[in-house]
């Protein structure tokens, strides 16, 4: 199993992983048509979880911006200062809250109750492949502040 996390340890880009999670939840939600089910309300929180996920994933794209400090989730041994203000003192991973949060709405928009399994899957994944990968290369990179950083901020919410 080891070699198999490695093999698939930062492989596959986040917001890729978030498309296809989509195109999941879209695929599970037209399987089982008779279990959606539309409201007004639906396409209010659709569009309002939407919203968040661009606005977190922007804050976050912006404070690694104005730290100077890449974006590039495929290589976190690249990064030259470990960014921990703006939205990173609520959330250690704002951009795949944000990701998460433009699946959420969609599967909302899509009235699919049974396409929420794209979430958690979602979730999984990152947090096996994605953010432990990259949680190690920076604890390595940045040491005791990284590791004071991971006991004070959660890495989703």
């Given at each position: 199993m080891k070699t198999v996390a490695l093999k698939l340890?930062?492989?596959?880009?986040?917001?890729?992983?978030?498309?296809?999670?989509?195109?999941?939840?879209?695929?599970?939600?037209?399987?089982?048509?008779?279990?959606?089910?539309e409201s007004a309300n639906l396409t209010v929180v659709a569009a309002g979880l939407g919203l968040l996920g661009i606005g977190c994933s922007l804050l976050g794209v912006?404070?690694?911006?104005?730290?100077?400090?890449?974006?590039?989730?495929?290589?976190?041994?690249?990064a030259a200062a470990l960014v921990v203000s703006g939205v990173y003192r609520f959330t250690r991973n704002p951009m795949y809250l944000g990701f998460l949060c433009l699946l959420l709405g969609e599967i909302a928009w899509l009235g699919s109750p049974v396409a929420l399994l794209a979430a958690p899957a979602l979730v999984i994944y990152l947090n096996r492949f994605q953010i432990a990968p990259e949680e190690s290369a920076l604890r390595e990179r940045f040491g005791t502040e990284f590791v004071t950083y991971t006991a004070r901020v959660p890495r989703w919410l």
């Amino acid at each position: 199993m080891k070699t198999v996390a490695l093999k698939l340890a930062l492989r596959i880009p986040p917001l890729v992983l978030t498309f296809l999670a989509g195109v999941g939840a879209w695929a599970i939600a037209q399987a089982f048509p008779a279990l959606r089910f539309e409201s007004a309300n639906l396409t209010v929180v659709a569009a309002g979880l939407g919203l968040l996920g661009i606005g977190c994933s922007l804050l976050g794209v912006i404070s690694f911006r104005r730290a100077h400090t890449t974006v590039n989730p495929m290589d976190p041994s690249a990064a030259a200062a470990l960014v921990v203000s703006g939205v990173y003192r609520f959330t250690r991973n704002p951009m795949y809250l944000g990701f998460l949060c433009l699946l959420l709405g969609e599967i909302a928009w899509l009235g699919s109750p049974v396409a929420l399994l794209a979430a958690p899957a979602l979730v999984i994944y990152l947090n096996r492949f994605q953010i432990a990968p990259e949680e190690s290369a920076l604890r390595e990179r940045f040491g005791t502040e990284f590791v004071t950083y991971t006991a004070r901020v959660p890495r989703w919410l």
